[in-house]
């Protein structure tokens, strides 16, 4: 029997037995957090753009070279044993061949790729935006699994069917999982009956926990930089208190 490659047991990973434990995926920022999560017994990592960003002295929205941003990401890879999906952003302007080549190269599983435009926080154009992930599923396969982060909570109208007419477009493109990050909680229930793809969700400090989520229908929990802001709020405090 074949065994299966990275990619294909991270997708594995998104089938849910029990609907109060939705997949659990820590946003890391640099090797070293990344073990520690990993050392604390998280089976998939993923990195966040706007983390990194600040550990490499940059703001978040597209601003990191794109260079430094893989190379980041690669040093994360390198430095634990569990599969790590990277977030890029919006692609920083690579072409689909190019983000593929750029991900197997850095050693990550998924990547995140969002629908409005890094600089500017325009939302797309969604059927432009799904011919272009049609373009990204192709290269890249069954070799990583794409998760189509959706943004009309955050810049768009904020209506539940906006997010489903995208989720649907992008399903239809290839994507593996869709993200309307910052969907207000009463909204998952309706996204996640209307679409047949795992919807990643992300929990915000005072919003409800991974397994509250998961009842919703929730097939993986991510964190972006609210991990990397509490870390940063601890070295403050450490800061301050070298009397």
Not at 64 to 71: C, H, K, L, Q, R
Request: proline letters at 6%; one cysteine or more.
């Amino acid at each position: 029997m074949r065994s299966l490659t990275p990619a294909e047991s991270f997708r594995r990973m998104h089938e849910r037995e029990e609907p109060a434990s939705p997949l659990i995926i820590p946003n890391v920022w640099d090797a070293f957090s990344a073990r520690v999560f990993a050392g604390a017994g998280h089976t998939v990592l993923a990195t966040s753009s706007a983390a990194v960003a600040a550990v490499l002295g940059y703001e978040d929205g597209g601003h990191t070279p794109v260079d430094e941003m893989f190379a980041a990401i690669a040093r994360i890879t390198r430095a634990v044993d569990v599969p790590v999906t990277a977030d890029i952003e919006d692609g920083y302007g690579l072409s689909p061949r190019e983000i593929v080549d750029r991900l197997l190269e850095a050693g990550v599983v998924g990547c995140n790729l969002e629908d409005s435009v890094a600089a500017s926080g325009e939302v797309k154009d969604p059927l432009r935006h799904a011919d272009w992930l049609a373009e990204v599923s192709v290269a890249a396969g069954d070799r990583i699994v794409l998760n189509a982060r959706i943004d009309t909570f955050l810049h768009g109208d904020g209506s539940v069917e906006s997010a489903v007419k995208r989720a649907r477009l992008y399903a239809e493109a290839g994507v593996d999982c869709v993200y309307p990050i910052l969907a207000p909680t009463e909204c998952l229930p309706d996204i996640v009956s209307c679409v047949d793809r795992p919807v990643n969700a992300l929990r915000l400090p005072d919003g409800p926990t991974s397994a509250e989520l998961g009842t919703l229908g929730v097939a993986r929990v991510t964190f972006g930089h609210t991990l990397h802001r509490r870390a940063a709020s601890t070295v403050l405090d450490l800061a301050s208190d070298l009397t």
